[in-house]
């Protein structure tokens, strides 16, 4: 487990909205993980709804053999989603 200053290094990216019309394509998403990771950004928060499970899960095989430490929060309850948010 982290402690708790540890979470505080994590980017955040949502990639639910109310409305798919309103969302990226999962490609975009990949985009911008892999530019920050090419700036050295090794933790993301991957912010996300039950909806959102399959793209969870084409973020995660995409980035396999990278060294980046994902936390996915399509299996999370808000309480320990909010523990990774600095505010």
């Known amino acids: 487990m982290f402690k708790s200053d540890e979470k505080k290094d994590y980017v955040a990216i949502g990639i639910a909205s109310s409305e798919t019309s309103k969302r ?10 892999q530019y920050l990771n090419n700036k050295n950004f090794k933790k993301i928060l991957i912010v996300s709804g039950k909806d959102q499970k399959n793209d969870e ?9 990278q060294s ?3 936390v996915f929060t399509s299996d999370k309850k808000i309480s320990e989603v909010m523990s ?4």
């Open 24 to 33: 990226w394509p999962i490609d975009s998403y990949i985009k911008l993980i």
């Open 68 to 70: 980046i430490d994902f």
């Open 57 to 65: 899960e084409k973020i995660r095989n995409f980035f396999l053999k």
């Open 84 to 87: 990774y948010i600095k505010i």
